[in-house]
């Protein structure tokens, strides 16, 4: 298999070689093969090439299968400078699902316990027009007093988010989607959306399908999490939910994600690049670890290679270990660790 590595900006660099040093132990524990490709984006990309997503990086990761992005800091890029921009690395790579846990552990600090929740969070549409638009933009002030945004969705889109959700339930104990939207209100975007939702909700009557108004759906993630098990929606609405669902075990830290294609995936944790912490040592490695254990993990169903689904297996179930031993954690989970020194303990769980 053929990854990139993205360190990104900050503490990126930081997490991202913590979560390189896990992948390769799993994979050659389990015997799999791996040619790494590390590559320049963000900060270092500017400086490097002029421009915070190089050309050179572009054409490498069009040969790749997948690749581990590390948090951009673009909150501190200059503005006006087209050059400095968040790349559009989903647009470029029509990655349009982004797969984001929200799991519980026992022994760190959470609103809820036993939450266990997977959200699918549609990733070319809605109102972020960075990723939705080609030329122009879909919000405009026609005067000082006026301004007109456009929301786009389409049945391709809501198609296919919702299938990749009802797959991925497919694999789990419970075997239930929920569907978030307002249709009653959003009669033809939401309205589109549900729609697709009950169409591929036929193709697996071996998964049990409801649907939910995203006000409601809010309320309940805070009252009664347990009670969701796979959430799909669309753009804006999954960014606010999954960030509910990083509250609700314990922060950002704890909030790893996938950005998946019809062909590559892109291992990207949900947090920033936390530039106050940068440069201590005390960033918190689970979130990028547990993304390319995910992407592992995707990697292994979508080429049949066992190998992978066994690391990424490996890394899961070191993770959970040194969790539960509460003895080699970074500051924000209540430990006293470094980042590296938490990665070095994952590292000696999988050995």
């Not at 963000?42 to 050179?56: D, M, R, V």
């Not at 591929?200 to 108004?213: C, G, H, L, S, T």
């Not at 689970?286 to 993304?291: F, L, V």
Request: hydrophobic share 40%; net charge neutral.
């Amino acid at each position: 298999m053929k990854i990139g590595i993205l360190l990104g900006d900050d503490i990126g660099l930081e997490v991202v070689p913590e979560c390189v040093k896990v992948m390769k132990t799993a994979a050659a524990r389990s015997g799999l093969g791996i040619e790494w490709h590390p590559l320049p984006i963000g900060k270092a990309g500017h400086e490097e090439h002029g421009n915070t997503l190089p050309a050179i990086t572009e054409r490498t990761l069009r040969d790749l299968d997948g690749w581990i992005m590390g948090p951009i800091g673009h909150a501190a890029y200059p503005r006006g400078d087209s050059t400095w921009v968040m790349p559009p690395v989903r647009k470029k790579f029509e990655l349009f699902a982004a797969l984001r846990p929200s799991l519980s552990h026992d022994t760190i600090p959470s609103v809820h316990k036993n939450v266990d929740i997977a959200f699918f969070r549609e990733l070319t549409e809605g109102m972020l027009y960075s990723e939705t638009v080609v030329a122009g933009l879909p919000e405009f002030r026609p005067n000082d007093d006026i301004t007109v945004s456009m929301r786009v969705i389409t049945r391709k889109g809501s198609n296919r988010v919702a299938r990749e959700a009802f797959e991925f339930a497919r694999s789990r104990l419970r075997k239930k989607v929920t569907a978030a939207h307002k249709e009653p209100v959003y009669r033809l975007a939401c309205g589109m959306f549900a729609e697709e939702c009950r169409k591929v909700a036929k193709d697996y009557p071996d998964v049990a399908f409801e649907e939910m108004m995203i006000d409601s759906i809010a309320m309940k993630l805070v009252t009664d999490p347990q009670r969701f098990d796979v959430v799909v929606t669309t753009n804006q609405f999954g960014d606010i939910l999954t960030d509910i669902g990083a509250g609700l075990v314990g922060g950002l830290g704890l909030a790893p994600g996938l950005c998946v294609g019809e062909k590559q995936a892109m291992a990207q944790a949900t947090h920033g690049s936390a530039p106050d912490i940068f440069g201590r040592n005390i960033a918190n490695p689970y979130a990028m670890i547990i993304s390319g254990q995910m992407l592992l993990g995707w990697l292994g169903n979508k080429h049949k290679e066992p190998k992978a689904v066994t690391a990424a297996q490996s890394i899961l179930n070191a993770v959970r270990q040194v969790i539960a031993e509460h003895k080699h954690l970074t500051p924000d989970l209540g430990g006293k660790a470094s980042t590296q020194q938490m990665g070095d303990a994952i590292v000696a769980a999988i050995k």
